[in-house]
Nanobody, 123 residues
Framework: QVHVVESGGGFVQAGASLRLSCTVV??????LVWAWHRQTPGKQRNLV?????????HYADAVKGRFIITRDSAKGTMFLQMNSLKPEDTGTYFC?????????????????WGQGTQVVVSS
């Protein structure tokens, strides 16, 4: 069964760094899009950063210059390096992956979400 596994969350003080990891398990399909979203209690899940298969990246304004998203396509793994963390970065971080698999004359796209990893930044 294909699923996504996250790791790397934790409790840190403002100014510290953390690296989140996300791995697709159970599939060798190409990952078209990787993304991290953050959610806090009572609020919707918001995009933090994403990376596509052509190497393009996008960051939310609040994390530009502090967070870096990278991918290791050969290992089916994606990383989010979070530097200069702020209390407002606190939340549950969810990994998202969109896979593409050849299917007949075309292809099939599948989306997966991880279970989330907690990041808490104290002031």
């Amino acid at each position: 069964q294909v699923h996504v596994v996250e790791s790397g969350g934790g409790f840190v003080q403002a100014g510290a760094s953390l690296r989140l990891s996300c791995t697709v398990v159970g599939s060798s399909s190409t990952v078209l899009v990787w993304a991290w979203h953050r959610q806090t209690p009572g609020k919707q899940r918001n995009l933090v950063a994403n990376a596509d298969s052509s190497g393009g990246t996008h960051y939310a304004d609040a994390v530009k210059g502090r967070f870096i998203i990278t991918r290791d396509s050969a290992k089916g793994t994606m990383f989010l390096q979070m530097n200069s963390l702020k209390p407002e970065d606190t939340g549950t971080y969810f990994c998202y992956a969109r896979l593409v698999t050849p299917a007949g004359a075309g292809s099939r796209h599948d989306e997966f979400w991880g279970q989330g990893t907690q990041v808490v930044v104290s002031s």
